[in-house]
């Protein structure tokens, strides 16, 4: 139902945001359903190590098969470097 949208999927991390570290954030510019500007946004208020890829054309759902394989590319490589594994 709507109501478990707006109590569980409806939240702002901006307070937060200034405690964030080791984020990797992944946006699509032609994202329709969460604005692109929220994760630069998040990504401003962070802090390093941090890392922001917009993948222009993205959508939500990341459904481009390039945008799929970087995204494993450089996650991998970020978890890896982050966290030494």
């Known amino acids: 139902p709507l109501s478990f949208f707006a109590e569980n999927l409806l939240f702002d991390l901006s307070e937060q945001a ?30 390093d190590p941090k890392r922001l890829i917009i993948h222009p054309g993205g959508a939500h759902q990341m459904t481009d098969k390039v945008h799929q394989k970087d995204f494993e590319q450089r996650a991998v490589k970020w978890f890896s470097t982050c966290f030494g594994l």
């Open 18 to 47: 200034g405690s964030l570290h080791n984020l990797l954030i992944f946006h699509g510019d032609a994202d329709e359903i969460v604005p692109v500007g929220n994760a630069q946004r998040l990504y401003e208020l962070s802090q």
